[in-house]
């Protein structure tokens, strides 16, 4: 069984950024700006940001972080957008979601300039990634191509199962590794909560990505012998032996399935650094995008 080890491979992205970074500079080059704006508290969107910001910081990009409180109104949020829109030394804008109740994330989403949109968040992004154009792939899909690639793990002909079907994950990575690309070409199936027997479908997986947001969805009856397993799950559970309070897990019965698997991804260390380093590749394209 292959430990896939999403935080070496992470370090390893970021240290090719940082040469790109230094590269740009010794031309004489604009270094790469990302904006984050993050409305609230969601303690997990705290940490995503500042681990975001730690990141862009190492690879030598400039950064800014605007902290808005839960109660900031649509219009605020939608005009700090613009701001940065028009701000010609940021090449990428992050609005972290969840965003509260109150605000409309797709309108929040459209107000992006698609070409600083490094989520990959917006439709039009999202329709050139579907008819197989150069764009900004979303950051998590994204990283999960990468670390298959890393990993010579060919999707080509294989069995695709993805469960889950949110926008930040199920939809895009089922779209990305069905398109005719010598990366992708795999036979994707998409299982999700409309289905009477999720295992039925995940017993046939060669390849199985699970996005589901649920401790422990996946066990080892639920798995072919030999099955790569790649688990987007973060999810915190209480665990009053550490310091926070909880740990992460993700959406796999880790230590049954990897007996099983043929490689798989553990969490925490799997996917979520991938997420970190695919967003720092496409603000890096985004900027590279803007010197041309
Ligand atoms: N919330 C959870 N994942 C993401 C992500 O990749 N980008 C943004 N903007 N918000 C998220």
Redesign the pocket.
Known sequence: MIMIDGKQTSQTIRNEIKVAVEKLKKEGKQIPGLAFILVGNNP??VS?VTGKGKACEEVGFYSVTERLPAETSETDVLALVQKFNNDSAIHGI?????LPKHIDEQKVIEAINPKKDV?G?HPINVGKMMIGLETFY???PFGIVELLKRYNINPSGKHVVVVGRSN??GKPVANMLLQKKEWANAVVTVAHTGAKDISYYTKQADILIAAVGKPNAITADMIKEGAVIIDVGINRIDDVTKKTGFRLVGDVDFENVKEKSSAITPVPGGVGPM?IAM?LVNTLKAAENSNQ
Do not use: E, M
């Open positions: 997990a969107s995503y992050l609005v972290q979601l969840p989520d968040f979303s950051c998590t930040i994950v997420t967003l």
